[in-house]
Structure formats: structure tokens, C-alpha cells
């Protein structure tokens, strides 16, 4: 997009504040004029820290969930698939609901702080029913299916909450925001591994029920989207002037060609293949949520090891995706998300040889790396959405994207550990990194709908 004059569109006003909707070359409408106070009475950094908050608070239920299986199967009998399929399911659900909720919030029938209420209360239900019930199917219900839609619910509507208010600079803000999903579960993680056994668990988990419930409740409270076409007052979305951060990352990311519908989404071709390098690189990473405490301990690992390696990759995994988040600002959100699936796929090969040699501090660099580019890969994938496809059915178009997370979960867990039972953790942690790498092939083929077409045609006319 080419530095034009602001087109003058139609003018309003809400809350008492005047605003413009101005057009740009390609017939993309940016609702102007209106600051973040005006429409919030606050600064819109709170929509940063308080979705960052509640993904913390439900971290726990997928990061922190390898740590507990141990002591669910004893004191619930469970085999050691039960408790994979268990977190497979949950998985699933977490990502399917992320489209249909996307669409009820962009229909209007679900406000951003009903999603999040109604979610807070389902992850509470979800523990209660992993505290509680000892028939797996039951625990499927109620931890899987019911535990794994408030969470999703949380989830989706945090992260679309900071791309419609920070469509100039999401990636630092998205990377910052999906990080607390990953480290959020360092205390539980130790948790589980030292003061959770048969003896307590009803307790803990109920704790752990009542903490999500109360943690996303109270930031649910202060949720508010923005209007449609909503652009920062200070920043051109033409010209891409404004701060240097601001001009540099509009530079590097421009905005998207215009508001594509879900449906026009999908026809472009793009969509599907993030889709497709999602399910990959998804797989990769849950395998190694999944696996790597048990893997450690099969090693002859110690629980301190075994406990810290999964630490490391729950720290490292979330703030590695804010990390690079800010990086991709800089560099380009395709190049970054590019380097960190590579990163992946080669961390995988590195657990194997740092077992094989038995080096525990080997193997805590590679959970190190296997963390880094497990989890910054998510904000890449929904700061892309957005900067393909626009902000307007963000919510919708990032809940097809991230539903590839579905399969994901499916051949992550419950797959991953048929698996290891057939080839081994060295045979299932070889496949992960080939998979990882293929998903690094397919995302070198993402392309901005629209900005190929449009630059020929500027160069046609120029000729």
C-alpha cells in the first residue's frame, strides 16, 4: 500500500467523540478520530494485561496437566492412555469452539464478557470433574469436553481481544498476551510434581478450580471490543506514519488488503494453509507438552530434572511467544514464524541425542528450544489472521485457523503415545521433527491475499 492522501469518507460520532471512516486505494474502510479513552475511558493497554492475566490463570489445565498424570492414574486407576486421551479431548474442545464463538461475538448474541464469564465457570466444572470422577468417561465429560470449552472460550476471546485493539503493532502485543498461556503454569507445574499425591488431590484441584474461576471473572469485567474498523487516532493507516515502532511494523506488516469474510478467507487459499502448518506444528508442540516428563524419567532422569525440564519448556514457551512477537514487528510475521517451526523441529532431534548420551543438561537446553518454538508459533499464526484477512471477523477467521489445534490434539496425545508404545520415544520424537519441518515448507508459502494482484497492477500501470 502506497502512501496516498486520507480519503474522506463518511463522518459520526459516538460516546460524543467525532470520527471519520476513511477509504483507502483498495476500497478498505478505517474508522478514524476516536482515542482508546474515548471509547474506554482508560488506556487500551489494559486490553493487554488483563487478557494476559486470565491466560495465565488457565494455563494450567493444558501445561501443567503432564505434570499431575501420574498421581490422577493412581488415585483414579486410570492406564497412562486414559490420561493422554483425556488431555486429547480437551484439547480438541479448547480449539473447536474457538470458530463458533468467533462467530456469535461478531453476530452480536455473545458480548466479549459473557464468552469469558461463561468460560470462567466451565473450567471451574472442569477440575471439579478431574477431582471428582474416577470413570474416565465421565472425566472426559467434564475435564475434556466441558473444562476444554471454557478454556477455549478464554482463550479465543483473549487473544482476538488485543489484535482489534492493537492492529498496527500485534505482534509484540499477541506474542505478550499468548505467552501467559505457557508460563502462567510454572507453580503448578512444581506443584503437582512435589506436594500433589493421592492423599491431597481433591483439595488441590478444587483450589485450582476456584483460583481460574475468580481470576478470569474478575478480568471478564473490564472486556469491551472495539467499534468496526476501529484504527488508532495517531497512526495513518495510509501513509504508515505516526511512532517509529508504528511506521516500522506497518512497513514490514502492512495491513490487510481489505475485510475479508471467513468464506472469502477460506477461497483465497491462504487460510487452509495456515491451517495445515498449524495442525503440524500444533502436534509437534502438544507431543512434547505431552511427553517430555515422561521421556525424562524413561531416560533415568530425576524428578528435579524431569519437574525443570518442564518448567524450562513452560517458561521458555511463553516468553518465547512474546519475544518473538516483538521480533516479527521488526522482521516480518511470515520470516519469524518461519524460524521458530525449524526451531521446533530441531529441538526434537536433540531430546533424542541428549538421552541417548544421558546428558541431563543437554537435555534441559533442548526442552530450553523445544519450548521456544513449541509455543511462539501461536501468535504468529493469529497476528498473521488479521494482517491476511482484517480485523473486522478476526474472531471468526482466527477460530478457523486455530481449529486445526483440533487435529492437533488428536495426534499430539492420544496418537503420539500409540506411537511410543509402537517405535519408542526415539521413533516418536524423529516423526515429531519431520513433521516440524514440513510445516516450516508450507509456511514458506503463505502470501498476503490481494497484495501479489495489487503490486502487479501498479507496476502495469507504471510501465
Known sequence: MTAEPMAAGSTGSAAGTKYQEITDENGRVFRVGETDRDILGHSRKFMVYLPWVAMMAISVSEYAYGSAEDTLSSAHGWTQSNTFWILSIWVFFQAGIAFPAGWLREKGIVTAKQAMMTGAFMCMLGFIALSHLSNVWLAILGFGVVG??????????????????????????????????????????????????TSNYHRVLDMIGAYVLVVVLVCAFFFRDPPKNWWPHDVDPLAKSGSAKSARSLAKNPPAVRQYTPMEAVRTGVLPLMWFSLVLTAGVSIFGISFQVDFAKEVGFGPLVAASSMGVMAV?????????????????????????????????????????????W???????????????????????TPDYFGENYNATNYGLVYSGKLISGLFGGGLGSMVVAAWGYNGAYALAGSISMVAAAVALLLRQPGRDSENSAKRAVTA
Open 148 to 197: 476444554g470449552l471454557g478454556s477455549g472460550l478464554v482463550y479465543s476471546t483473549c487473544i482476538n481481544m488485543v489484535g482489534k485493539w492493537f492492529p498496527e503493532r500485534k505482534g509484540g502485543r499477541t506474542g505478550f498476551v499468548n505467552g501467559g498461556f505457557a508460563y502462567g503454569s510454572l507453580p503448578f507445574i512444581f506443584i503437582f510434581n512435589y506436594a500433589f499425591d
Open 316 to 360: 521458555i514457551n511463553g516468553v518465547g511467544r512474546a519475544v518473538v512477537g516483538w521480533m516479527s514487528d521488526i522482521w516480518g510475521r511470515k520470516l519469524s514464524l518461519v524460524l521458530v517451526i525449524v526451531v521446533l523441529g530441531l529441538a526434537q532431534f536433540g531430546v533424542i541425542w541428549a538421552g541417548d548420551i544421558k546428558s541431563e
Open 362 to 384: 543437554l537435555f534441559l537446553v533442548f526442552a530450553f528450544l523445544s519450548g521456544f518454538g513449541g509455543g511462539a508459533f501461536y501468535p504468529m499464526f493469529a497476528a498473521l
